[in-house]
């Protein structure tokens, strides 16, 4: 549900700004825990971000590497993803956009390299969220579909029988 939901979004940024979909999306994804983080439900912050001395954006805070870190709060989380991408502008970040967008693998060891997360499986995280749910297609201009999954339908049980009377 929260491709479906932001992939268009993700597919506009990388053609807006460079940074690959599939990127974007696996760090929505992982960052925002499928959007039920309390950073997204309550800050609309999908990435993560904390709060720089350049932000003069919402504020709120909430433990991470420390107690009470002071994280971006967007008043939508369109703002989030915008953010994400000028974020990413940064010149720690620049080596990123010699990449061609369609190598998400070197951009996911790329984030990590600059420092975008302290997780050292952080990029092997990346890559199985992109290559799970097929999110590199979202580079090439292929979109993606998932079925909807079908609750499992159990057989009937038999009914229990009654032990009481030997």
């Not at 954006?57 to 107690?67: C, P």
Request: charged share 35%.
């Amino acid at each position: 549900a929260y491709i479906q939901q932001w992939k268009e979004v993700a597919v506009n940024k990388m053609k807006e700004h460079g940074i690959p979909a599939s990127i974007t999306l696996a760090q929505g994804l992982l960052e925002s825990r499928n959007g039920q983080s309390v950073l997204a439900s309550e800050g609309n912050n999908h990435f993560g971000i904390k709060c720089t001395p350049d932000w003069t954006g919402g504020r709120m805070y909430h433990d991470d590497d420390k107690k009470d870190d002071c994280f971006r709060k967007y008043k939508c989380a369109e703002d989030s993803f915008e953010d994400h991408s000028k974020f990413l502008q940064r010149p720690r970040y620049a080596a990123l956009f010699e990449l061609k967008p369609t190598d998400y693998k070197g951009w996911a060891h790329g984030l990590k390299k600059a420092g975008y997360a302290t997780d050292p499986r952080y990029p092997a995280k990346l890559i199985d969220l992109i290559e799970r749910y097929e999110l590199d297609k979202l580079d090439q201009g292929i979109d993606v579909q998932y079925a909807r999954r079908e609750a499992p339908t159990t057989p009937r049980s038999k009914p229990a029988r009654d032990r009481s009377r030997g």
